[in-house]
Nanobody
Framework: QVQVVESGGGSVQAGGSLRLSCTAS????????WGWFRQAPGKEREVVSC????????YNTPSVKGRFTLSRDNAKNTVYLQMNSLKPEDTATYYC?????????????????WGQGTQVTVSS
């Protein structure tokens, strides 16, 4: 049984930092690309970042470039999203997802396994 569990969400003031973690079990972690998505109330779910199987290639959506960094530790079956210089518009539920492919994708439909989400709230 595949399990994907996010952690690290919380409430911070603008300019602060958070690190989200996503740990998976029940699948060959190193054979999957991983993505982080977010969904704010009343809005569609959108891609934030994704990473290929080795961590050598990442994508960040333009609104988070220079502020968010995605990395992975295959030995720990974990991906990390370091979020710095947070803004109120980053407030959302953040979801981690696994793609059964070694390459990153920005398409929600390409991801097979999803976590339950973790809330990030940034106050001004």
């Amino acid at each position: 049984q595949v399990q994907v569990v996010e952690s690290g969400g919380g409430s911070v003031q603008a300019g602060g930092s958070l690190r989200l973690s996503c740990t998976a079990s029940g699948l060959p972690f190193e054979r999957y690309a991983w993505g982080w998505f977010r969904q704010a109330p009343g809005k569609e779910r959108e891609v934030v970042s994704c990473i290929n199987w080795s961590g050598s290639d990442t994508y960040n959506t333009p609104s988070v470039k220079g502020r968010f960094t995605l990395s992975r530790d295959n030995a720990k079956n974990t991906v990390y999203l370091q979020m710095n210089s947070l803004k109120p518009e980053d407030t959302a539920t953040y979801y981690c997802a696994a793609r059964a492919n070694v390459f990153c994708s920005v398409s929600i439909n390409d991801y097979k396994y999803w976590g339950q989400g973790t809330q990030v709230t940034v106050s001004s």
